[in-house]
């Protein structure tokens, strides 16, 4: 077994959304590869990159195919080092390269990703939450939900497509078109976030589940913050916060991702009088911030988006520090490629939740079929979602 890198290719492709995308080969000596698609816009856009893709293959193909050509291809470190000095080279084109270099390292050594990455510790598939409801009317920006009553995650699959499909005759029988929204969710035409709250938690109970115990609401946030205001509603930090804690009370809500700004410190310290494990707050970093998560992050969960970082090394790196903060970590898939890797990574790290964005999306799909053929490889060693909260 040689595990010293022979080649490096790449090439832009297209994503599942039709959205550029760069696919990175790592060839070993002893004929290993492995095979990693990254969005060249790093998150889901409306953006397209013409021709970004097309030139980081062309620096991948000559300078960090020479610069990175007889390296041992599980010195992640390392490698990961020698592409941050290359600073014209994209993000998204370091990450491609970074996470095909670990695939090809986990193949030569026989081992699935997630083990190689996580270690023997890694055992947890993580829960998944589903966005439902693009809400651009409401003062939310998406509505999902989070099967928590689910002992698997083939079951949590199943209980979300009932309750999708529920909340879709409930709009068609309101009379509403139903397209997709930006999210993935279906747009829907209600005014408030308690209305669509309202119109799931009806869904769910169509379904034949309860609401907060087989099935929990998960919303998602981001207002604007300027002058210590939000501007959606012109509500204050306070005003703010405990429009959330009265959403929480009447509401089986299970996590809110992105309530406040996280500059907002009064918000947040308001927010701090919720009951301990009654909902998970969820705060993201930011794009290239993650080294820094238990700074950046006030909320007792942690977003991350792997594809807005560029390196294996560093996503690992930002998670662990997380962690060990006390952080809950929840994993957010940005773009739609064949990939797989950020499933074995929500493994590898034992994230207790993982937003995989609507649930027939073809990014999704990928996602969860990867998740579901690692939970069949774990068996009775495994664990679904975050235990007990």
């Not at 993580?126 to 920006?141: G, I, N, Q, R, V």
């Not at 998960?218 to 804690?245: I, Q, T, V």
């Not at 500059?263 to 909902?279: K, M, N, R, T």
């Not at 937003?355 to 990928?366: D, E, I, K, M, N």
Request: net charge negative; charged share 20%.
């Amino acid at each position: 077994m040689d595990v010293s890198i022979d080649e490096i290719k790449a090439r832009e492709i297209l994503g599942l959304e039709g959205m550029p995308a760069l696919e990175a080969e790592v060839i070993l000596e002893d004929g290993t590869y492995g095979l990693s698609q990254v969005s060249c816009s790093g998150a889901s856009s409306p953006v397209r990159e013409n021709g970004a893709g097309n030139a980081a293959a062309a620096a991948i193909n000559e300078e960090i195919n020479n610069m990175l050509c007889g390296e041992n291809t599980t010195d992640q470190l390392e490698i990961d080092n020698a592409l941050r000095s290359v600073a014209e080279l994209p993000a998204f084109a370091r990450l491609a390269v970074s996470s095909a270099c670990a695939k090809a390292a986990a193949n030569a050594l026989s081992l699935p990703l997630y083990r190689y990455l996580g270690g023997v510790f890694a055992h947890t598939i993580p829960m998944p939450e589903f966005t439902l409801l693009d809400t651009p009317e409401a003062d939310s920006k998406a509505l999902g939900i989070r099967p928590s009553g689910a002992a698997c995650l083939a079951e949590a699959i199943a209980v979300s497509e009932a309750v999708a499909a529920s909340v879709r005759d409930l709009l068609e029988a309101r009379g509403s078109r139903i397209p997709a929204g930006e999210n993935g969710g279906f747009a829907s035409p209600l005014a408030t976030a308690e209305e669509n709250i309202l119109l799931v938690c009806a869904a769910i109970e169509r379904a034949g589940f309860i609401p907060g115990e087989d099935v929990e609401l998960g919303l998602s946030f981001g207002a604007g913050f300027a002058d210590n205001k939000y501007c959606s509603k012109a509500r204050s930090a306070e005003d703010e916060a405990a429009y959330f804690a009265e959403l929480c009370e009447r509401f089986p809500v299970g996590s809110i991702d992105l309530p406040l700004e996280k500059s907002d410190a009064a918000g947040w310290q308001f927010l701090a009088e919720i009951p301990d494990g009654y909902v998970m707050l969820s705060c993201d970093p930011g794009p290239g911030r993650q080294w820094e998560t238990p700074r950046l992050c006030p909320a007792p969960c942690c977003i991350s988006r792997p594809e807005e970082q560029s390196s294996v090394s560093g996503i690992l790196a930002s998670l662990n520090a997380a962690a060990a903060a006390g952080k809950k970590i929840k994993i957010r898939r940005s773009s739609a490629t064949e990939d797989t890797f950020i499933a074995d990574l929500a493994v590898a790290v034992n994230a207790g939740y993982i937003a995989a964005g609507a649930l027939r999306s073809p990014g999704s799909s990928v996602l969860l079929n990867q998740l579901l053929r690692i939970e069949e490889e774990l068996g009775a060693n495994g664990t679904f979602g975050p235990g007990e909260e």
